[in-house]
Nanobody, 115 residues
């Protein structure tokens, strides 16, 4: 059974940092493409960052230069380091992967950035 469990969200002020973690189980983590998405109130879910099995990252334009995605295969964990947070980064952040052609999502972790 595939499980993705996010943690690390919280309430911060603009300009501060947070690091999100997502622990995966039930997959061969080292060969999986992993991603972080977010969904703000009243908006569609959007891709924030993704990382290939080989460690190649890709970012949404809105977070380039501020967010860093990384992975630690030995711990089956993907991270999202978020710096210089802005109020518009407020959202529920979800971990995502595809396993055997099926999409899997975590339950999400809430990030709230106050101005």
């Amino acid at each position: 059974q595939v499980q993705l469990v996010e943690s690390g969200g919280g309430l911060v002020q603009a300009g501060e940092s947070l690091r999100l973690s997502c622990v995966a189980s039930g997959i061969f983590f080292s060969i999986n493409h992993m991603a972080w998405y977010r969904q703000a109130p009243g908006k569609q879910r959007e891709l924030v960052a993704e990382i290939s099995s080989g460690g190649m990252p890709n970012y949404a334009d809105s977070v380039k230069g501020r967010f860093t995605i990384s992975r630690e295969n030995a711990k089956a964990t993907v991270y999202l380091q978020m710096n210089s947070l802005k109020p518009e980064d407020t959202a529920v952040y979800y971990c995502h992967t595809i396993h055997r052609a099926m999409n899997y999502w975590g339950k999400g972790t809430l990030v709230t950035v106050s101005s």
